[in-house]
């Protein structure tokens, strides 16, 4: 598999493994006719197709971009738990700026 074809390589393993057929999964979600080949000349979906790609195969959008090997979802709580503490800190910030423009937003 070469880093150009990866997506379409995963996609097409994935496809196969469902024992779908690329127009089959284009009509399931509602794609053109002929979308997905697309992918073969090593053009990057869109993180909208890329996300519905995944869900659709219930796998990671990490792992179908190459960026993971496991096809396996990964829960939030398992990714917080990997980060460094400077990391962790800076998520919660993040998150403390976020919460508290939601709160003045809704008044």
């Not at 509602?30 to 997905?36: I, K």
């Not at 990964?74 to 800190?89: D, R, T």
Request: glycine residues 4%.
């Amino acid at each position: 598999m070469s880093d150009k074809t990866l997506f379409y390589d995963r996609l097409k393993e994935q496809i196969k493994l469902n024992r779908m057929s690329f127009n089959q999964v284009e009509r399931d979600l509602g794609y053109p006719r002929n979308s997905l080949n697309n992918y073969k000349n090593g053009i990057d979906p869109s993180g909208k197709r890329l996300v519905e790609l995944a869900d659709y195969f219930n796998v990671s959008p990490q792992y179908l971009i190459g960026k993971r090997d496991s096809t396996e979802k990964v829960s939030l709580l398992n990714e917080f738990c990997e980060l460094q503490p400077n990391e962790k800190k800076e998520l919660y910030s993040i998150c403390q700026s976020w919460a508290s423009k939601q709160l003045f937003k809704s008044h």
